[in-house]
């Protein structure tokens, strides 16, 4: 039998008996599989429970020995090999895991008791082993956290390679005797939200055997996209060494100092692209991903910015399985937006990508969307076919439209703009932003994409941030906040067992009233106009190009709504003023927006009210999870 093991012979004998073919080889019992997917035959109380502490070939904190980082083991008691699901983390002894911060517990001997989140309660009666992993230089591993630097890469990378005979692991975190994951059949998932979702990412852009799929939801796919924005630093979101510096243990703490100073060096106040930065971009190593991608991510996530999941999409290999979630929430995991139907699908995606299950959820749709609160579309491929860049060009008189224009339009710094004061009042002119408008459109207008805008901006000092936004002005119904809130009554997922409790509160939707809603952002630094790795002192009086990002979106503007383009100063709930605050003038000839428009762009036609109250709320910048 190969190293796949006999769980998987169970799968094939299944799929075999209910086809009327006889099989080669029959292990396990026929329940193991039914319906499409592996029930749950193995009793969670008699699982194997245990920590291997698995060499990095690092040796960061620079105490003479490779860095050990702790992987924590629930599997079935059983001969059978099986497959692992992974979550690698640095919260698991800091901020916990999931919507009630659950930490790991351990026995009076060390032996792992509680296991965050509901992997190990659910999956590991169906056959599979969860591993939780520490990042180096937490919890209970050595070596340094780096902020999705090369050791936190080797946190994840390593254990796969463990579960696949290619390193080391042992019984301590210094000496102690050496381990194998004789039990494990290779196949390894990895899963995680937020910085857990990341290092899925960093990992699988390495091409390590072993990891058949990684489930991403709401993660970073380039940590300067995470920091900074086209030139400008994000507001409250800190440096990678002061991320780090609350998820630490104290060997790391004393003696990991010259790693903080490298992180430090390498991020510069001035939201410069460095060395560092690239090195912590996983969408430039895309193309080395053989796993499938299942990702999730909340399109009102201020936390994680979309621009992640988009261009982290649109870099992998074009034969890539895939999968995607777009939720209408903000920094939030499926598992509280649509409990059950993310529990069957993950069920569903890990038996297929390992176990090789024929259950057909390669072929269903590529794409479920949530178009209203807890309305879902699907999409057989994402984009949708027939999506193609449209460009719309601001005029002089406000309007927004495909024709080219002339003229010019102004606006002011104060200093004290926000993107939620900007938008408002569409109808009132304003010298603190541009604001452009098409007609009332006459039938529907889907954006599936990232888009882009370029602006001739002439500035009167020398120091300007840009922030820019599109806007759907109608009224509409959406989530607010992070779009739930958590109830007191509670439902269970899996088996529990003495010290690992499978029940989790229950979530509701939160909704809100608007007449205009953000669907995409953006920030610059006019001063990297030409380049993002060397800025320039701008010259008061002379007109720069610069084209910066939107986030990516995927949004229906209804049929009677208004696509608006505002564009301001500095947004600062987000980002930081300029040191000197311009008047800033855009030559409309040379200023466009390039949209992703899926079909053809409507007509748009006379005049909408919009009401100059009840806005889409700002959502504060996070934290990550921590």
Excluded at 313 to 342: I, M
Excluded at 479 to 501: F, M, Q, Y
Excluded at 523 to 533: I, M, P, R, V
Excluded at 580 to 590: E, N, W
Aim: proline share 6%; hydrophobic share 35%; glycine share 10%.
């Amino acid at each position: 039998m190969t190293r796949r093991g006999s769980l998987i012979g169970a799968v094939v004998t299944l799929v075999a008996l209910t086809a009327g073919v006889t099989p080669a080889t029959a292990a396990a019992p026929a329940t193991t599989v039914r319906d499409g997917v592996t029930q749950p035959v193995f009793p969670l109380a008699d699982a194997i429970r245990e920590t291997v502490y698995v060499d990095t070939g690092l040796d960061l904190d620079a105490d003479g020995t490779k860095d050990r980082v702790a992987a924590d083991v629930i599997r079935p008691a059983t001969s059978e090999k099986v497959p692992v699901i992974m979550d690698a983390s640095p919260y698991y002894q800091s901020a916990g895991r999931g919507n009630e911060g659950e930490t790991k517990t351990y026995d009076s001997a060390g032996k792992p008791v509680k296991f965050p989140l509901f992997y190990d309660n659910y999956f590991v009666p169906r056959g599979y082993a969860v591993v939780l992993v520490d990042f180096a230089g937490t919890s209970r591993s050595r070596g340094c956290l780096d902020t999705g630097g090369r050791a936190e890469i080797s946190s994840g990378k390593s254990v796969v390679d463990w579960l696949n005979g290619r390193a080391a692991g042992y019984t301590a975190v210094t000496g102690g005797t050496a381990v194998t994951a004789s039990w494990s059949t290779g196949a390894t998932g990895m899963i995680g939200k937020s910085w857990d979702g990341t290092i899925t990412q960093g990992v699988a852009a390495t091409g390590v055997a072993g990891l058949r799929t990684i489930v991403p939801i709401a993660a970073i796919s380039s940590w300067y996209d995470w920091f900074r924005s086209d030139g400008v630093s994000f507001r409250s979101f800190g440096t990678p060494t002061s991320l780090a510096s609350g998820h630490e243990n104290a060997n790391a703490r004393s003696r990991c100092a010259a790693v903080r100073t490298e992180m430090t060096n390498g991020s510069p106040s001035n939201g410069d692209v460095t060395p560092m930065w690239v090195q912590r971009d996983f969408v430039r190593n895309a193309a080395n991903v053989k796993a499938s991608v299942f990702a999730v991510h909340g399109q009102a996530d201020l936390n994680v910015k979309t621009l992640n999941y988009g261009q982290w999409w649109d870099a992998l290999p074009a034969s890539t399985p895939r999968k995607l979630w777009l939720s209408q929430t903000g920094h939030v995991d499926p598992f509280d937006f649509r409990r059950g139907a993310w529990v069957d699908t993950l069920h569903r995606w890990f038996d297929h990508y390992l176990l090789d299950v024929p259950n057909g959820i390669d072929t269903e749709p590529q794409a479920s969307i949530e178009r209203t609160p807890d309305t879902w579309v699907q999409d057989q491929s994402w984009p949708p076919a027939g999506t193609a860049r449209q460009t719309f060009h601001p005029s002089a008189t406000g309007a927004l439209t495909t024709t080219a224009s002339s003229g010019t339009g102004t606006f002011t710094d104060n200093g004290s703009g926000s993107a939620n004061s900007w938008i408002a009042s569409p109808d009132s002119t304003s010298t603190s932003r541009t604001l452009y408008r098409t007609g009332a459109l006459t039938a529907d207008l889907r954006l599936s994409g990232t888009s882009s805008l370029t602006v001739a901006a002439t500035p009167s000092t020398s120091t300007a941030h840009l922030s820019a936004f599109l806007v759907d002005y109608g009224p509409a119904t959406i989530r607010s906040g992070e779009g739930i809130r958590t109830l007191a009554t509670e439902s269970c997922w899996g088996e529990s067992r003495t010290g690992d409790d499978s029940c989790y509160r229950d979530t509701a939707t939160t909704t809100t009233a608007v007449n205009a809603e953000i669907i995409a952002r953006g920030w610059a630094d006019l001063a990297n106009h030409a380049s993002l790795t060397a800025p320039t002192t701008l010259v008061p009086g002379t007109k720069y190009t610069m084209t910066l990002r939107l986030s990516t979106t995927d949004h229906v503007v209804p049929r009677g709504h208004r696509l608006g383009l505002v564009v301001a100063g500095a947004d600062t709930s987000q980002i930081s003023a300029p040191a000197r605050l311009p008047s800033v003038s855009l030559d409309l000839a040379r200023t466009s927006v390039r949209l992703p428009v899926v079909g053809a762009v409507p007509a748009a036609t006379g005049d909408l009210t919009v009401g100059r109250v009840g806005t889409q709320p700002d959502r504060a910048p996070g934290r990550l999870d921590g």
